[in-house]
């Protein structure tokens, strides 16, 4: 069955960096889109960045263009989240969701048909 296990959350102080990654099983990773999502408490999930099955085309959202960079290694089936310039708004569970096709498309929730259990990011002093 489709597996995805994301690590490399913990605490960080505001300003540090974290890289994430997201290690795929029980489907050929290099055929589909994969993207990060994240939820605040709260909050509704969004859609921080998403990379196409080859990685040639990326999306990353506004608010962390220039600090999160998206990138992967289908050899390894693992997606990774580099995030640099952390914020206290940065903070919440990651997760990495695997797309029905090769492109990424909007970063909606609902075109995305699994999900990890996600990492936790805390950013504070």
């Known amino acids: 069955q489709v597996q995805l296990v994301e690590s490399g959350g913990g605490l960080v102080q505001p300003g540090g960096s974290l890289r994430l990654s997201c290690t795929a099983s029980g489907f050929t990773m290099d055929r589909y889109a994969v993207a990060w999502f994240r939820q605040a408490p709260g909050k509704e999930r969004e859609g921080v960045a998403c990379?196409?099955?080859?990685?040639?085309?990326?999306r990353v959202r506004d608010s962390v263009k220039g600090r999160f960079a998206i990138s992967r290694d289908n050899s390894v089936a693992t997606v990774y989240l580099r995030m640099d310039s952390l914020e206290p708004e940065d903070a919440g569970v990651y997760y990495c969701?695997?797309?029905?096709?090769?492109?990424?498309?909007?970063?909606?929730?609902?075109?995305?048909?699994?999900y990890g259990q996600g990492t936790q990011v805390t950013v504070a002093s």
């Open positions: 990379i196409s099955n080859d990685g040639a085309l990326i």
């Open positions: 969701a695997k797309r029905t096709v090769y492109f990424c498309g909007e970063l909606s929730p609902y075109q995305f048909d699994h």
